[in-house]
């Protein structure tokens, strides 16, 4: 069952959208602020969030930055809501990293049909990942194992050489967005967009995707445990390495080394 948080100040609003989820089998949880809204976020993980923009407490553009810094809830999908739509507005919510934007009124149906577009997304994404990362060659036995090096993975895009370069440097240490943006001189903001628009992926995307690839080599090379390999390629908790392997292969670190080590074994 697919969760999905809505932060909505306006009470009638916020619980007819909930109700319409429930009632589509989606497990819909309700903020009333931002700033609840972000911490039922870190707390549930939910598989999307939708979020009005102007709000008490904080508003949309808040919670959306804040989001994203996050190494935890930084690639859930955001669908903005707001009773207004000027370019300019829009264009602020996608630099920010918005995945959509609807316009009040809408209907029931129209909210469906965004939510279910930003689902089928991310479960494209996912199987591209496996897709990729399945082709990461498997030590054989009778050769001395060495690191694979992923770093192919990452564009050579000559525009974007110190940004990589930096990722590629540190990307085992806990840095996220802003860390890059400040190493390449760029506001946060403009780099998400400039990279988005250039790659089809984000920085946080790059950073994942990097230490994904690392730690496959490592599940598959070593015996360290998974709390050791989160540490080693980047993350402070091992709880959102779980978190993002997940999204990534569809399983855990142990089954997919499990498996991988069965698929060697037998050839």
Not at 45 to 57: A, G, R, S, W
Not at 108 to 120: G, N
Not at 151 to 171: G, H
Request: proline share 4%.
């Amino acid at each position: 069952m697919k969760k999905i948080l809505v932060i909505e100040d306006e009470a009638v609003s916020r619980e007819m959208f909930l109700d319409s989820l429930e009632a589509e089998g989606f497990n819909a949880i309700g903020a009333e602020n931002g700033l609840v809204g972000i911490q039922q976020a870190q707390e549930h993980l939910p598989d999307l969030v939708i979020c009005n923009i102007f709000m008490p407490e904080l508003d949309g553009y808040g919670v959306l930055t804040t989001l994203r810094q996050n190494s935890v809830t930084a690639t859930i999908p955001l669908i903005f809501l707001s009773a207004k739509a000027t370019k300019t507005e829009i264009r602020q919510g996608m630099n920010l990293g918005a995945d959509d934007y609807l316009t009040k009124p809408f209907t029931v149906e129209e909210l469906l049909e965004a939510i279910t577009a930003q689902i089928k997304k991310r479960a494209a994404q996912k199987q591209l990942y496996i897709a990729e990362f399945q082709e990461i060659p498997k030590p054989k036995s009778s050769q001395t194992k060495k690191p694979v090096n992923p770093l192919t993975l990452l564009p050579s895009d000559p525009d974007f050489r110190e940004v990589f370069e930096f990722i590629e440097a540190n990307y085992h240490q806990p840095i996220g967005l802003t860390d890059v943006a400040q190493a390449v001189g760029y506001s946060a903001a403009y780099l998400t967009d400039l990279v988005r628009r250039q790659t089809g992926e984000t920085v946080h995307q790059w950073i994942a995707k990097r230490r994904m690839a690392a730690a496959c080599s490592l599940l598959l090379e070593t015996n360290q445990s998974i709390e050791q390999i989160a540490e080693t390629v980047g993350y402070r908790y091992a709880g959102c390495f779980f978190r993002q392997f997940r999204i990534s292969f569809g399983t855990t670190p142990q089954v997919w080394r499990k498996m991988q080590r069965i698929q060697s074994s037998a050839k």
